[in-house]
């Protein structure tokens, strides 16, 4: 077994939650394989009582780290319309991240849940980032569907390195148009950007309430790039909740479509890459 690096050790988790080493050979127990463990394992904690894994090569601690930070916001609010499992423990193990959290039982939501996740998405959305850090809390490579792969192949420092390389985009492609991601941060702030809205992230718990799963493409990033997901409406749930969610318009959506769609024939983000950003590490 690989070395084990743990980022989140929380004082909340139970008393009798397995070390890492126990939980890791748990998840890779053949035996755990079942149609409801597809993204993850449940496991028994003790009597009916149940932990989940969300484990894998694409799983990171940044991931971890932004759902840790918005259950505790949400956790503080006590009339919010949305649930996120509490995380207990996260940690590295060779290639592999694996985020230990509270299991919620509950039902995946459907279309006639509409309004309450589209409630809970207006909770989500005005959550404001603990720093001036782009992307995951603690910083890390953005996840949204601007980007190739869904994933920035660069970690920004600033908004304006991050609205340079849009507009960098822009101009190698000899596209119209440029974007101003910088005001609406400045009146706004950088705010939670939960990108992935499918119906699978979403369940109904035992009270009625959303429980908001999965925040694997979840980042702090500037208002425009929701505006983004609810332009493009890629699923039917943002389909059925994108006049019900209110949140600040934007005049940039336009231009960073037409961004995003340039990168597409190249098959990577590294077009109209700003001097400061190529070289630098990534």
């Not at 009798?16 to 079942?34: G, K, M």
Request: proline residues 6%.
């Amino acid at each position: 077994m690989s070395q084990i690096e743990i980022a989140i050790d929380a004082e909340n988790k139970p008393a009798n939650l397995p070390n890492p080493e126990v939980i890791v050979e748990q998840c890779h127990n053949p035996a755990q394989r079942t149609k409801i463990n597809f993204r993850g394992v449940r496991l028994l904690l003790d009597n009916e009582e149940y932990y989940w894994v969300k484990f894998g090569p694409d799983i990171t601690i940044g991931e971890a780290r932004t759902q840790d930070y918005v259950a505790r916001v949400l956790e503080r609010n006590a009339d919010t319309t949305v649930r996120v499992p509490s995380v207990y423990l996260a940690f590295q193990e060779g290639s592999f991240g694996y985020i230990v959290m509270e299991y919620i039982r509950g039902e995946m939501c459907g279309r006639a849940d509409a309004d309450l996740v589209a409630a809970s998405v207006q909770s989500l959305i005005a959550i404001e980032s603990p720093d001036s850090v782009l992307g995951p809390v603690g910083g890390g490579f953005i996840q949204h569907p601007f980007f190739v792969d869904w994933i920035a192949s660069r970690r920004y420092k600033s908004v304006q390195q991050l609205e340079k390389h849009i507009n960098g985009i822009l101009r190698a492609t000899e596209r119209r148009g440029r974007v101003r991601l910088q005001p609406e941060v400045a009146n706004y702030g950088l705010r939670l950007c939960p990108a992935d809205i499918h119906m699978t992230n979403f369940i109904k718990d035992d009270e009625g309430r959303i429980v908001a799963l999965d925040f694997g493409a979840t980042c702090f990033l500037p208002p425009s790039f929701f505006a983004f997901v609810m332009y493009r409406r890629d699923t039917l749930l943002a389909q059925l909740i994108a006049n019900k969610v209110k949140y600040p318009k934007s005049t940039d959506v336009d231009a960073m479509s037409m961004a995003s769609y340039a990168l597409v024939p190249y098959g990577t983000n590294e077009v109209g890459v700003p001097r400061e950003l190529k070289y630098r590490d990534k």
